[in-house]
C-alpha cells in the first residue's frame, strides 16, 4: 500500500515562509514523478509544482514560479515545498501526489496524500 503524508502546514503572516513535506513509504519511489497541488475554499484543485525523483528540472504554475521551491531527498523519501514571500492568495489545502509523467493533469497522479493546511494572513 502507498501512502503519502504531509507535514508542514500552519498559519504564515504575508510576507512570510513555510515548508511543506511529504513523506513517501510503501514502495520504491525512485522512479516516480512527485508534485503538489492546492485546493482554496470553493475552488477546483489546482496544480503547484512537480519534480522528477531522478533530478531534472522542476515545472511550476506560474502563480508560484519564483517563491516556492520543490525539491526531494531521495535517501528519505520525502519532497518539500519551500514556500517563501507568500500571499493570502497561497491559502489553500495543500496536497502530495505521486504519479507516472511530470504533468500538471491531477489525473495523471495515482497517489495522493490526505493535504495539510496552509493559511496566509494579511
Known amino acids: 500500500q502507498v501512502q503519502l503524508v504531509e507535514s508542514g502546514g500552519g498559519l504564515a503572516q504575508a510576507g512570510g515562509s513555510l515548508r511543506l513535506s511529504c513523506a513517501a513509504s510503501g514502495r520504491t519511489f525512485s522512479s516516480y514523478v512527485m508534485a503538489w497541488f492546492r485546493q482554496a475554499p470553493g475552488k477546483e484543485r489546482e496544480f503547484v509544482a512537480t519534480?522528477?525523483?531522478?533530478?531534472?528540472?522542476?515545472s511550476y504554475a506560474d502563480s508560484v514560479k519564483g517563491r516556492f521551491t520543490i525539491s526531494r531527498d531521495i535517501t528519505k523519501n520525502t519532497v518539500y515545498l519551500q514556500m517563501n514571500s507568500l500571499k493570502p492568495e497561497d491559502t489553500a489545502v495543500y496536497y502530495c501526489?505521486?504519479?507516472?509523467?511530470?504533468?500538471?493533469?491531477?489525473?495523471?497522479?495515482?497517489?495522493w496524500g490526505q493535504g495539510t493546511q496552509v493559511t496566509v494572513s494579511s
Open positions: 501526489a505521486a504519479g507516472s509523467y511530470m504533468v500538471t493533469f491531477q489525473r495523471f497522479y495515482d497517489y
Open positions: 519534480i522528477n525523483w531522478s533530478g531534472g528540472v522542476p
